[in-house]
């Protein structure tokens, strides 16, 4: 059960902070063979891989046009209702952040420069699937690709034991505009997208969460030249409260990020040691009720509330850890809010609770885990897009900026470099110009 901490030293931060140990040793024979076994044998590796982990006989990979009506009838309208509403505050708020062309600007006389997003042309989404399909991944994914206009989105995801995607993710990728389905799950699908399968095309960028299998092979698949969205980890939450935030909210927000999976982490950082007691009663109260609590019991043996001076040493303590989900319920969490610097996304207040994000408040819930928050984004429309600079130099320009970079290049002994510019300005000096 969730361990209270109080008043640690400053020495003991990066101890009661550690992460649950990623066990990449363990893993890392088995999908380095699924890989070379999936570029040797392509689709025929992939099918036995789906008979062998999913108990699934399949006769081919490719979801057809009619897999696809049949599972939209199968889901409730209802859902659906739900699902179109998350997707129009995801698109809303994604393409309002988006930036496709830049103002040009002239950084001298005759020298302008402007830069442009191009689509990646072919990315590859995984979508998870075993006991929770994560269909919001798919709104959270395919959205941004689709204002992106990337030329081919391709989807992966594992099927049932009798051979099916799960209804409600093949709506969503519909609703997304891809058409392009394929069962093919963990390290093989990642496999299929790197190298390419007579079926499932190769792809130039891979997007999507999963299990230690699943993000070992992204990371072998960086190393064959294909880019991903970001290293992963488990996923996790850290919450900063004060006396006055209500136990309950707390207990259900720090449960509902632990049934994600046993290496789930979860933390509560606060200055109340009263509020420590009563959100761990909570927590046992609301746990009894989840399907999930053999899986959140697990996470919760990684997790711990730590009980500090002030929320002030809170908000430092948290920006060492570096959150994937940061929820501030505070007097004044907007406030709060504001000294935050490293964080993958911020809840303010006691009503923004983490599944409104997860699902269908308009922010993207593919984020950095495992503290990579101090240096990656989460996934935007940013991420389905190259960005490429221009520059254009007129006659003026190369007679204001020439004499400069020829003095630059032969500074560095680069005299093929000064010459691409002197041989210019000798042209226009004999055409007078």
């Known amino acids: 059960m969730l361990q209270i901490i109080q008043s640690p030293t400053r020495e003991q931060q990066a101890d009661l902070l550690q992460r649950p140990q990623q066990q990449k040793a363990n893993v890392d024979t088995a999908v380095k063979e699924i890989l070379n076994q999936v570029k040797q044998k392509g689709d025929s590796a992939l099918i ?73 042309e072919k990315v590859g989404l995984y979508i998870p699937g075993g006991s929770a399909p994560l269909f919001s991944t798919v709104l959270m994914l395919g959205v941004p690709a689709q204002i992106a206009g990337n030329k081919q989105v391709i989807l992966c995801s594992p099927t049932d034991s009798d051979g099916a995607i799960n209804p409600v993710v093949l709506y969503t990728a519909q609703l997304c505009g891809i058409t392009e389905i394929y069962k093919a799950g963990g390290a093989g699908a990642i496999a299929a997208m790197t190298y390419g399968t007579t079926t499932i095309p190769a792809v130039d960028k891979i997007f999507g ?74 927590v046992q109260e609301q746990l009894a009720e989840l399907e999930r609590k053999d899986i959140a019991s697990v996470a919760l043996q990684n997790s711990k509330i730590i009980v500090l001076e002030s929320i002030q040493e809170c908000v430092n303590w948290s920006d060492f850890y570096a959150p994937e989900h940061l929820i501030i319920n505070t007097e004044n969490a907007e406030n709060v809010s504001s000294q935050i610097n490293i964080a993958g996304s911020i809840f303010i207040g006691a009503y923004t609770c983490e599944s409104l994000g997860d699902y269908a408040s308009g922010t993207n819930h593919t984020l950095p885990t495992y503290g990579y928050a101090r240096n990656y984004s989460g996934v935007s429309v940013d991420s389905f897009v190259n960005k490429v600079t221009y520059q254009k130099a007129t006659s003026q320009g190369i007679k204001n900026l020439g004499p400069a970079v020829e003095l630059m290049a032969a500074a560095e002994g680069l005299d093929a470099h000064k010459n691409a510019v002197s041989v210019r300005l000798k042209s226009l000096k004999s055409q007078g110009i």
């Open 48 to 120: 036995e891989f789906a008979q062998r982990f999913d108990n699934a006989s399949l006769s081919s990979l490719k979801v057809s046009n009619q897999d696809v009506t049949a599972a939209i009838d199968k889901v409730s309208n209802e859902l659906k209702e739900a699902i179109k509403t998350a997707y129009q505050n995801i698109y809303k708020f994604h393409k309002a952040c988006y930036t496709k062309e830049y103002p040009v600007i002239e950084t001298m006389p005759g020298i302008t420069c402007w830069r442009k997003s191009l689509p990646i």
């Open 209 to 282: 969460p999963g299990n230690s299998f699943v993000t070992r092979a992204k990371e072998l698949a960086q190393q064959q030249g294909v880019a991903i969205d970001m290293p992963a980890g488990p996923s996790e939450v850290l919450v900063i409260a004060d006396k006055t935030a209500n136990p309950d909210f707390i207990a259900a927000d720090l449960l509902a990020q632990a049934e994600h999976g046993p290496d789930s982490q979860v933390i509560l950082l606060t200055e109340s040691s009263e509020l420590a007691t009563r959100v761990t009663d909570s």
